[in-house]
């Protein structure tokens, strides 16, 4: 069975395209009649840049939940929602049907209510990827309570941070999770979090790693017990919450160019219509269909494509709690031939990482179910693409680059699976309501093919930023500003004589390290905490497996230990002030930075000796102290 707005044809792609350009309003307004409303709107959009503002189906009111949930249970009830794969291949996996996850989210909706939650307060989930996690996010939805969710490798101080920025009182969280060999102990760095978060009223603790955790009396209680309780009152339905299209969703945090993480805002309307819509599309998903994106629901990935994308159109999504090297490099592989996976959508770092590995670990491996492939989160180099072409899709497969960010809620440029000619690096065409334009340096929009740019959007799509949380103008000036009545994407791209879209990477001081987004301001703020250090700057260089490697220069005038102790204990103040996912790959200590006159780090020659480009440094005559390069380039790691 197909889905109403699914397309079937390039030919049908080309003539979406150009109705969404044409009329938005009708065409977004068509889509949106296939979902569940509890009122209709009054107009599909109105919008500027300027501020910005940005509404979909204003008037409309709606609880995303029903549409990921309630409206399949009429002929879907006992198919898998979750499909949930452990850490430890020996334990059992579990499957969530649709009429349970319904059970087990109203039940958490109504855990949520009974510990003080109201419509609009922030709860901030720190979890491992156990089904719970998404039991949590949806019930939180269910309530009109906005999540935040924290990714399990950031630290007690990101955690803090994060909590302080959104006010959140209400924490959910697990005593540990499994990530291979490891097992991270949440709950502790929750209470660590929590010394300077006094306002956190409630913690929900669900039992799974069943290690030793302090619980608080008053503030912490035990997930089991408080279902118990809404067990015994007879499992009432929860009424789902009448949410406003424009009501916030949820919060993410992601770096940007500055020290600050964003709290980037998705909306209850426009995201559910986007990411349903972009699932349906780019995958070209088919009912009954085994999804497996093997990314954290901690990033934007798993939101909208673990959860909201998969369970709206009434998928079967796959969680995976482990990691792709546990307990041996051919996991994904187990995993895909044991529940059938039809679609598999990874990064190309975990590509890589796997290659490595050689071919021994798909021996046997029965890969026959896989129809469609995907990769999110970098560029993906050709090596890489073709390895997943022909080991893991057997070339039968399309590879499907989708490019999109966490401002932007769901994916804005990729092939659509088997529809749209695939070409490899590329992530090819913009969906249908995504118009992208290239830019020069002073905002002209550059018009002939074969050109790099700037990469910006025109207009508007469902699923945009509506606001970073607390601070609309930092929404303003980050996004908007930078080019006249435009969203800047942060990216550069190339376009390519059929106007296929290579997106060639970050063109601000934002990292991508295994496709994850750090801010080199973020992480030379966490070395410069450091009691030992002056000053530090940090690049990114090209890293095999990592895409992007962290590389920091930084002056230290401490007295402890030598260098090789200096820089063990520079790497434990970043993984203690952001989280692990931030630890420098190389620090070289540098007796000082190449500065201009003005005072201006030249990153541009710090890049490039990173990068070992040593000989061609470019013009250095600018610089205060043009002898500093020479020490620098001597003391290379
Ligand atoms: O630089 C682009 C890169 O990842 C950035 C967005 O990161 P984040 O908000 O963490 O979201 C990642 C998952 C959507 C982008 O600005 N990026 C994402 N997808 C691709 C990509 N670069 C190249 N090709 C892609 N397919």
Redesign the pocket.
Known sequence: MSYPYQINSFDEYQSAWKKSVEDPAGFWGDIAQHFQWKKPWETVLEWNFKDPSIKWFSGAQLNITENCIDRHLADKANQPAIIWEPNDPKEHHRMLTYAQLHLKVNQFAHVLKNNGVKKGDRVCIYMGMIPELAIAVLGCARAGAVHSVVFGGFSAQSIADRLQDAQAEFVITCDGAFRGAKDIPLKNVIDDALISCPFVKRVIVYTHTRSAVSMIKGRDVWWEDEVRKVETAGNPDFPAEVMEAEDPLFILY?SGSTGKPKGVVHSCGGYMVYTNYTFINVFQYKSQEVHFCTADIG???GHSYILYGPLSAGATTLIFEGIPTYPDAGRFWDIVDKFKVNILYTAPTAIRSLMAFGLGHLQNKDLSSLRVLG??????NEEAWHWYDEHIGKKRCPIV???????TGGVLISNMAGITPSKPSY?TLPMPGVQPILVDEKGDEILENNVTGNLCIKTPWPATIRTTYGDHERCRTNYFATYENLYF???GAFRDENGYYR?T??VDDVL?VS???IGTAEVENAINMHAGVVESAVVGYPHDVKGQGIYAYVIYNGTHGDEAMVRKDITATVSRIIGPIAKPDKIQLVPGLPKTRSGKIMRRILRKIAEGEIENLGDTSTLLDPLVVEEIKKGRI
């Open positions: 992601t990033w934007i990935t990769t999110v989160g970098e560029p993906i680059d989708t490019w999109w960010q966490t401002e992530a994407t942060g990216d997106i990477g970050r991508n496709g994850h987004r």
